[in-house]
């Protein structure tokens, strides 16, 4: 991509960014939490891309990260009188560093072990978490009594998605990104030209650990009272991953093109059918990878170079 | 004394299940995650037949495997093949079978809840049997027993036939085994099929002893991936091994500490595999 391209692509973002920002303005109660969703959808699965589009290996660890920041800053709050905003910059760094350690017990492996080691993960910690308030803490709910509204949730969430864009776009520039893609192409050569492949891995799990365990710490306020139950459900993990491939993971913009739409189903099928939303989230699995494996952004750029192809 | 025999008992029906996994992922190269599905269908089946008809589970397992060995002949061939054709190496295929087969078990969950959303709770042989003084409940025994029945007869088919050789040549490398003149997509398909069909075995079997729900596949395929790791792939020996030294932790931890623990359990030997042994117990380092 040219240099023109890339600053272009950037003021795109940007200015989708804002147009973003405005949706407060002439949303509704209804679709300002529609809108919240989505906005905490399209932070997890863009930052999930990151790591899981170049290299290949599908995280399941999101629910793991987002569980544990709503889970602290419900605990802070509660059992130890913190304020919002201390919990709030603490709980991504325990993100960060748990990322960091799984990162590095699995990702030196290969990519099935660092899946599987994903799938349990939020279920782990949250029997791990619910036995410990048990025996030790007592109480079993935690509040989180804020302030903030929806509409404040939303504008830090569409901060934060802009500063994931901007590290993305770093990113991909930057030698870390071009290791990332040779891995995902061949790690073998990767591993013979030089690159430190697992740490590469690291660096990007970790970064997309720390954004999940802060957007589960600054949605926080919108449930108000935090259940392991609740902030440690699996199936998160799984709608991210379903987001992100159905937009396509080869472009940084991908995963918000699977996002909105996916979003809305979901909100339609648990409205009027919720009996069904398991049933959904297995077909949507099997459509991306026997119809779309390249996502809805791979498809049109598969559609658009064939009938450039065939008109010249 | 009593620990270790109930964890003994349940390494027996986990290595059962971790046998169908093994044919799946060692032979066939899928990695099912749709596994602990199959396993729940093994124990819905035999609950459902019980309450209605009260007929055992022991008859529904005779019923019930080879209804799944088809149904899991079929997916392979409509639903995994395509991806094995598609696949341009292994590890695309890995992507591409863990993505797929997750589809199939949310879509199998999502069936099987609204068939029977609640517990399957019923009671077959839940009999007080004494061995050396101690009292364990018959259906366990009776489990055990069967899963190493099972076990056995595959485990002969696999070491004394000569399609079970064909199959093990399979698991070793398929290539080579296509060289030598095995037919390995129908090795694979037969693989992938009888996997599935000892998995579902397994399900009825555990069903007589544990309440299952349609939603707790996941843990069981869990449960069986760490043993196959920590066995080593392909390793039928490592396997049984590991099934019955997780079974032996699980039983400990939930007897001493808190049943609640288990899988936070199952996740430390996890780690401990994965930090200093993840070619498995009995694997070498890859030069």
């Not at chain 1, 692509?9 to 809108?35: D, E, H, K, Q, R």
């Not at chain 1, 709910?141 to 804020?146: A, D, E, F, M």
């Amino acid at each position: 991509m040219s240099r023109d391209a890339n600053i272009s692509s950037l003021v795109w973002a940007g200015v989708l960014l804002l147009l973003a920002a405005c949706v407060p303005l002439v949303a509704n109660g209804y679709w300002m939490s529609i809108a919240l969703t989505i906005a905490m959808f399209t932070v997890l699965s863009t930052s999930w891309a990151l790591f899981s589009g170049p290299t290949h290996y599908i995280s399941l660890a999101t629910a793991a990260f987002f569980g544990v920041g709503g889970y602290l800053v419900g605990t802070g709050m509660s059992d130890y009188n913190l304020g919002f905003w201390t919990m709030v910059a603490i709980a991504p760094l325990v993100g960060a560093v748990l990322a960091f350690l799984i990162g590095i017990a699995t990702l030196r492996l290969s990519g099935v072990y660092f899946v599987i080691f994903t799938l349990g993960l939020a279920e782990m910690i949250r029997t791990l978490v619910s036995w410990i308030q048990n025996n030790f803490t007592g109480s079993r709910g935690l509040y989180v009594l804020t302030d903030l509204t929806e509409t404040d949730i939303y504008l830090y969430l569409i901060i934060l998605a802009a500063v994931v864009y901007l590290v993305g776009w770093w990113v991909n520039r930057s030698r870390l990104g071009f290791a990332l893609r040779i891995i995902g192409n061949d790690e073998t050569v990767a591993r013979h030209v030089g690159i430190n492949t697992a740490m590469s891995k690291v660096i990007l799990f970790t970064f997309s650990g720390f954004v999940a365990a802060l957007v589960g710490a600054l949605i926080a306020p919108r449930y108000t009272y935090i259940e392991p139950n609740g902030v440690f459900s699996p199936e998160l993990s799984f709608i991210v991953v379903i987001m992100a491939l159905l937009g396509g993971t080869g472009r940084l913009w991908g995963p918000i093109v699977g996002v909105i739409p996916f979003a809305l189903l979901q909100e339609f099928i648990n409205a009027n059918y919720s009996n069904y939303s398991t049933l959904v989230l297995g077909i949507a699995f099997l459509v991306i990878v026997y119809f779309l494996p390249h996502g809805v952004v791979g498809r049109i750029e598969q559609v658009v170079s064939r009938r450039r192809r065939s008109t010249w | 004394m009593d620990i270790i025999i109930t964890g003994l008992l349940l390494g027996g029906t986990y290595a059962l299940i971790a046998f169908g996994l093994n044919l799946q992922y060692g032979v066939a190269r899928i990695m099912n995650l749709a596994n602990g599905e199959f396993l729940v269908i093994g124990a819905l089946a035999a609950f459902w037949i019980f309450v209605a008809d009260a007929i055992s589970p022991i008859m529904t397992m005779l019923i019930v495997a080879p209804l799944a060995f088809f149904g899991n002949w079929v997916i392979y061939k409509v639903l995994l093949r395509p991806l094995v054709r598609r696949a341009k190496n292994q590890g695309q295929l890995e992507v591409d079978s863990i993505l797929a087969t997750f589809g199939m078990s949310f879509a199998l969950v999502g069936i099987m809840v609204s068939i029977h959303g609640e517990y399957f709770t019923y009671s077959y042989l839940a009999e007080p049997f004494e061995i050396i003084g101690e009292t364990f409940a018959l259906n366990r025994i009776v489990a055990f027993c069967f899963a190493v029945l099972i076990g056995g007869v595959l485990w002969f088919w696999l070491y004394f036939t000569r399609p079970g050789m064909a199959m093990r040549a399979v698991s070793v490398s398929t290539e080579a085994s296509g060289l030598v003149g095995i037919n390995v997509p129908k090795m694979s398909a037969l693989a992938f099929a009888l996997g599935g069909a000892v998995t579902t075995m397994g399900g009825t079997l555990i069903s007589t002893f544990i309440t299952l729900d349609a939603s707790v596949g996941v843990i069981f395929t869990m449960k069986a991936l760490i043993i196959i790791i920590m066995g080593g792939v392909g390793d039928i020996r490592g396997a049984i091994i590991a099934a019955l030294i997780l079974g032996l932790i699980e039983t400990t931890v939930a007897r001493l500490i808190d049943p609640g623990l288990t899988l936070a359990a199952a996740y430390a030997i996890f780690v401990l595999v994965l930090l200093f042994r993840p070619q498995g117990l009995f694997g070498r380092k890859p030069s």
